[in-house]
Protein backbone atom coordinates (compact mmCIF):
# COMPACT_ATOMS: atom_id res chain seq x y z
CA UNK A 1 0.00 0.00 0.00
CA UNK A 2 2.97 2.26 1.00
CA UNK A 3 4.86 1.31 -2.05
CA UNK A 4 1.81 2.22 -4.25
CA UNK A 5 1.27 5.43 -3.01
CA UNK A 6 5.22 6.23 -3.18
CA UNK A 7 5.17 5.66 -6.78
CA UNK A 8 2.29 7.03 -7.70
CA UNK A 9 3.31 10.16 -6.19
CA UNK A 10 6.54 9.55 -7.99
CA UNK A 11 4.63 8.93 -11.30
CA UNK A 12 2.70 12.29 -10.42
CA UNK A 13 5.98 14.65 -9.34
CA UNK A 14 7.41 13.47 -12.84
CA UNK A 15 4.63 14.10 -14.98
CA UNK A 16 4.07 17.70 -14.01
CA UNK A 17 8.32 18.08 -14.61
CA UNK A 18 7.35 17.07 -17.85
CA UNK A 19 4.99 19.30 -18.35
CA UNK A 20 6.30 22.32 -16.88
CA UNK A 21 9.49 21.28 -18.74
CA UNK A 22 7.31 21.51 -22.57
CA UNK A 23 5.31 24.92 -20.99
CA UNK A 24 8.63 26.69 -21.06
CA UNK A 25 9.69 25.66 -24.11
CA UNK A 26 6.64 27.50 -25.03
CA UNK A 27 6.83 30.33 -23.04
CA UNK A 28 9.91 31.84 -21.87
CA UNK A 29 11.35 33.88 -24.95
CA UNK A 30 14.28 33.84 -27.46
CA UNK A 31 16.34 30.48 -27.95
CA UNK A 32 18.73 30.57 -25.10
CA UNK A 33 15.92 31.14 -22.67
CA UNK A 34 14.02 27.74 -24.15
CA UNK A 35 17.19 25.99 -23.80
CA UNK A 36 16.73 26.42 -19.74
CA UNK A 37 13.50 24.33 -19.58
CA UNK A 38 13.92 21.11 -21.19
CA UNK A 39 17.46 20.55 -19.74
CA UNK A 40 16.38 20.83 -15.96
CA UNK A 41 12.82 20.08 -15.92
CA UNK A 42 13.18 16.89 -18.47
CA UNK A 43 15.58 15.18 -16.09
CA UNK A 44 13.39 15.59 -13.47
CA UNK A 45 10.33 14.25 -15.40
CA UNK A 46 12.14 11.43 -16.45
CA UNK A 47 14.02 10.46 -13.59
CA UNK A 48 10.92 10.45 -11.28
CA UNK A 49 9.41 8.04 -13.73
CA UNK A 50 12.65 5.95 -13.98
CA UNK A 51 12.74 5.98 -10.08
CA UNK A 52 9.20 5.07 -9.88
CA UNK A 53 10.00 2.35 -12.21
CA UNK A 54 12.99 0.66 -10.02
CA UNK A 55 10.86 0.38 -7.44
CA UNK A 56 8.05 -1.15 -8.91
CA UNK A 57 9.87 -3.62 -9.63
CA UNK A 58 11.65 -4.12 -6.32
CA UNK A 59 8.58 -4.40 -4.75
CA UNK A 60 5.70 -5.82 -6.98
CA UNK A 61 8.36 -8.04 -9.47
CA UNK A 62 10.64 -9.08 -7.35
CA UNK A 63 13.56 -8.29 -9.11
CA UNK A 64 16.19 -5.25 -9.21
CA UNK A 65 16.27 -3.53 -12.68
CA UNK A 66 19.52 -1.92 -13.19
CA UNK A 67 18.27 -0.52 -16.94
CA UNK A 68 16.77 2.45 -14.95
CA UNK A 69 19.84 3.59 -14.03
CA UNK A 70 21.84 3.43 -17.03
CA UNK A 71 18.76 5.64 -18.78
CA UNK A 72 19.78 7.84 -16.08
CA UNK A 73 23.40 7.61 -16.91
CA UNK A 74 23.08 8.30 -20.46
CA UNK A 75 20.37 10.93 -20.11
CA UNK A 76 23.04 12.74 -17.73
CA UNK A 77 26.16 12.26 -20.24
CA UNK A 78 23.80 13.98 -23.44
CA UNK A 79 21.63 15.95 -21.99
CA UNK A 80 24.49 19.12 -21.26
CA UNK A 81 25.64 17.90 -25.23
CA UNK A 82 22.42 17.99 -26.60
CA UNK A 83 22.14 21.36 -25.03
CA UNK A 84 25.44 22.60 -26.21
CA UNK A 85 25.16 21.74 -29.75
CA UNK A 86 22.38 24.08 -29.87
CA UNK A 87 23.80 26.92 -27.77
CA UNK A 88 26.33 26.72 -30.54
CA UNK A 89 24.19 26.67 -33.08
CA UNK A 90 22.60 29.47 -32.28
CA UNK A 91 25.39 31.55 -31.32
CA UNK A 92 26.66 30.70 -34.93
CA UNK A 93 23.38 32.05 -36.76
CA UNK A 94 21.96 34.65 -34.49
CA UNK A 95 24.24 36.07 -32.06
CA UNK A 96 27.65 38.66 -33.25
CA UNK A 97 30.68 38.82 -31.93
CA UNK A 98 29.92 42.14 -30.04
CA UNK A 99 26.75 41.02 -28.48
CA UNK A 100 28.19 38.51 -26.71
CA UNK A 101 30.38 39.84 -23.10
CA UNK A 102 34.16 39.81 -23.43
CA UNK A 103 35.89 37.03 -22.74
CA UNK A 104 38.44 38.60 -20.42
CA UNK A 105 41.65 36.42 -21.84
CA UNK A 106 43.25 37.05 -25.19
CA UNK A 107 42.08 35.34 -27.24
CA UNK A 108 37.94 35.39 -28.85
CA UNK A 109 35.13 32.90 -28.18
CA UNK A 110 35.56 29.32 -29.77
CA UNK A 111 32.64 29.78 -32.37
CA UNK A 112 34.01 32.69 -33.48
CA UNK A 113 37.18 32.75 -33.20
CA UNK A 114 39.11 30.05 -35.63
CA UNK A 115 42.60 30.76 -35.96
CA UNK A 116 43.49 30.40 -32.14
CA UNK A 117 41.98 27.01 -31.86
CA UNK A 118 43.88 25.48 -28.81
CA UNK A 119 43.94 22.08 -30.59
CA UNK A 120 45.44 23.61 -33.72
CA UNK A 121 47.80 25.34 -31.93
CA UNK A 122 49.39 22.42 -30.26
CA UNK A 123 49.90 20.46 -33.57
CA UNK A 124 47.21 17.83 -32.51
CA UNK B 1 53.11 -3.05 -19.83
CA UNK B 2 49.50 -2.72 -17.56
CA UNK B 3 49.66 1.28 -19.32
CA UNK B 4 49.47 -0.20 -23.12
CA UNK B 5 46.79 -2.65 -22.04
CA UNK B 6 44.51 -0.72 -19.87
CA UNK B 7 44.93 3.28 -21.45
CA UNK B 8 42.00 4.43 -19.08
CA UNK B 9 41.81 1.85 -15.96
CA UNK B 10 38.35 3.66 -14.97
CA UNK B 11 37.07 3.70 -18.17
CA UNK B 12 37.34 -0.28 -18.76
CA UNK B 13 35.90 -0.38 -14.99
CA UNK B 14 33.25 2.22 -15.94
CA UNK B 15 32.17 -0.44 -18.87
CA UNK B 16 32.32 -3.21 -17.24
CA UNK B 17 29.92 -2.11 -14.77
CA UNK B 18 27.39 -0.45 -17.64
CA UNK B 19 27.64 -4.04 -19.62
CA UNK B 20 26.35 -5.79 -16.43
CA UNK B 21 23.58 -3.28 -15.72
CA UNK B 22 22.88 -3.30 -19.43
CA UNK B 23 22.66 -7.47 -19.40
CA UNK B 24 20.70 -6.81 -15.68
CA UNK B 25 22.12 -9.80 -14.22
CA UNK B 26 25.78 -10.58 -12.96
CA UNK B 27 26.79 -13.55 -14.72
CA UNK B 28 30.38 -14.64 -15.37
CA UNK B 29 29.13 -14.70 -19.84
CA UNK B 30 28.27 -11.40 -18.79
CA UNK B 31 31.27 -10.44 -17.04
CA UNK B 32 33.54 -11.92 -19.64
CA UNK B 33 32.20 -9.88 -22.57
CA UNK B 34 32.16 -6.76 -20.42
CA UNK B 35 35.57 -7.04 -19.89
CA UNK B 36 36.48 -7.89 -23.58
CA UNK B 37 34.65 -4.62 -24.47
CA UNK B 38 36.40 -2.36 -21.66
CA UNK B 39 39.83 -3.57 -23.26
CA UNK B 40 39.25 -3.40 -26.90
CA UNK B 41 36.87 0.16 -26.31
CA UNK B 42 39.58 2.20 -24.88
CA UNK B 43 42.47 0.73 -26.53
CA UNK B 44 40.22 1.14 -30.16
CA UNK B 45 39.95 5.39 -28.87
CA UNK B 46 43.28 5.73 -26.87
CA UNK B 47 44.54 7.67 -29.73
CA UNK B 48 41.39 10.11 -29.56
CA UNK B 49 42.35 10.85 -25.62
CA UNK B 50 46.30 10.39 -25.22
CA UNK B 51 46.35 11.93 -21.65
CA UNK B 52 44.94 10.11 -18.81
CA UNK B 53 42.99 12.08 -16.33
CA UNK B 54 44.26 11.87 -12.68
CA UNK B 55 41.73 11.52 -10.10
CA UNK B 56 43.23 12.47 -6.78
CA UNK B 57 40.75 10.94 -4.76
CA UNK B 58 37.71 8.91 -5.25
CA UNK B 59 35.65 9.92 -2.26
CA UNK B 60 35.76 13.75 -3.44
CA UNK B 61 34.25 12.30 -6.98
CA UNK B 62 31.58 10.50 -5.03
CA UNK B 63 31.13 13.81 -2.93
CA UNK B 64 30.97 15.93 -6.20
CA UNK B 65 28.68 13.50 -7.88
CA UNK B 66 26.08 14.09 -5.26
CA UNK B 67 26.37 17.58 -4.73
CA UNK B 68 25.59 17.78 -8.48
CA UNK B 69 22.58 15.55 -7.84
CA UNK B 70 21.02 17.43 -5.26
CA UNK B 71 21.51 20.82 -7.17
CA UNK B 72 19.94 19.19 -10.20
CA UNK B 73 17.11 18.33 -7.97
CA UNK B 74 17.22 22.26 -6.71
CA UNK B 75 17.43 23.07 -10.48
CA UNK B 76 14.34 21.61 -11.30
CA UNK B 77 12.39 23.71 -8.73
CA UNK B 78 13.77 26.83 -9.54
CA UNK B 79 13.23 26.78 -13.49
CA UNK B 80 9.77 25.27 -13.02
CA UNK B 81 9.23 28.37 -10.75
CA UNK B 82 10.80 30.81 -13.02
CA UNK B 83 9.03 29.22 -15.71
CA UNK B 84 5.18 29.15 -13.98
CA UNK B 85 5.24 32.38 -11.72
CA UNK B 86 7.59 34.90 -13.03
CA UNK B 87 6.04 37.24 -15.82
CA UNK B 88 7.98 37.45 -18.88
CA UNK B 89 8.79 41.30 -18.88
CA UNK B 90 10.80 40.47 -15.42
CA UNK B 91 13.05 37.73 -16.33
CA UNK B 92 16.29 39.13 -16.88
CA UNK B 93 18.65 36.56 -19.40
CA UNK B 94 22.11 37.44 -19.11
CA UNK B 95 25.40 36.28 -20.61
CA UNK B 96 28.22 35.87 -18.83
CA UNK B 97 31.96 34.75 -18.74
CA UNK B 98 33.31 32.92 -16.37
CA UNK B 99 37.51 32.80 -16.13
CA UNK B 100 38.09 29.41 -15.68
CA UNK B 101 41.16 28.10 -13.18
CA UNK B 102 40.86 24.99 -14.56
CA UNK B 103 43.53 23.48 -17.35
CA UNK B 104 42.24 19.65 -17.66
CA UNK B 105 40.12 19.42 -20.50
CA UNK B 106 38.40 16.50 -18.48
CA UNK B 107 37.66 18.90 -15.82
CA UNK B 108 36.56 21.89 -17.91
CA UNK B 109 34.17 19.44 -20.07
CA UNK B 110 32.60 18.14 -16.29
CA UNK B 111 32.59 21.61 -15.42
CA UNK B 112 30.58 22.75 -18.43
CA UNK B 113 28.17 19.55 -18.25
CA UNK B 114 27.32 20.74 -14.50
CA UNK B 115 27.00 24.41 -15.30
CA UNK B 116 24.07 23.22 -17.93
CA UNK B 117 22.20 20.45 -15.49
CA UNK B 118 22.20 23.35 -12.36
CA UNK B 119 20.04 26.14 -11.64
CA UNK B 120 18.89 28.82 -14.36
CA UNK B 121 22.35 28.61 -16.05
CA UNK B 122 23.48 26.76 -19.58
CA UNK B 123 26.91 26.35 -20.65
CA UNK B 124 27.05 28.03 -24.34
CA UNK B 125 30.51 28.11 -25.39
CA UNK B 126 34.22 28.18 -24.48
CA UNK B 127 37.07 30.91 -25.12
CA UNK B 128 39.36 30.15 -28.22
CA UNK B 129 42.39 29.48 -25.48
CA UNK B 130 40.18 27.52 -23.13
CA UNK B 131 40.35 30.38 -20.11
CA UNK B 132 37.29 31.25 -20.24
CA UNK B 133 33.49 29.84 -20.72
CA UNK B 134 30.26 31.93 -21.65
CA UNK B 135 27.39 30.88 -19.97
CA UNK B 136 23.84 31.88 -20.27
CA UNK B 137 21.76 32.19 -17.02
CA UNK B 138 17.95 32.58 -17.55
CA UNK B 139 17.37 34.94 -14.48
CA UNK B 140 20.31 36.94 -13.22
CA UNK B 141 19.77 40.18 -11.83
CA UNK B 142 23.58 39.90 -10.45
CA UNK B 143 25.46 38.48 -12.16
CA UNK B 144 28.98 38.62 -10.34
CA UNK B 145 26.90 36.64 -7.92
CA UNK B 146 26.53 33.60 -10.27
CA UNK B 147 30.66 33.64 -11.42
CA UNK B 148 31.50 33.62 -7.40
CA UNK B 149 28.98 30.91 -6.82
CA UNK B 150 29.72 28.97 -9.52
CA UNK B 151 33.94 29.25 -9.29
CA UNK B 152 33.27 28.41 -5.39
CA UNK B 153 30.84 25.60 -5.54
CA UNK B 154 32.04 23.61 -8.44
CA UNK B 155 35.55 25.05 -9.83
CA UNK B 156 37.07 24.80 -6.29
CA UNK B 157 35.86 21.14 -6.05
CA UNK B 158 36.62 19.79 -9.49
CA UNK B 159 40.33 22.10 -8.50
CA UNK B 160 41.13 19.49 -6.06
CA UNK B 161 39.88 16.25 -7.78
CA UNK B 162 41.86 16.88 -10.85
CA UNK B 163 44.60 19.04 -10.29
Known sequence: ?124 | MMRKIFPHPYLTLTLVLVWLALMNSISLGGAVFGLIMGITIPLMTAAYWPDRPRINSLPKVVAYFFLVLWDIVVANFTVARIVLFMPKAKLQPAWVTIPLDLRTPEAITLLAGTITMTPGTVSADLSADGRAILVHCLHAPDSAGVVTEIKSRYEARLKEIFE
Do not use: Q
Open chain 1, 1 to 124: MLAEIVISALLVIAGVFGLVGSYGLLKLPGTMSRLHAPTKSSTMGVGGVLLASMAYFAVFMDHWSFHELMITLFLFLTAPITCHFIAKAHIHREERPENLPPTGTDAGWATFDEAADPAETKGN
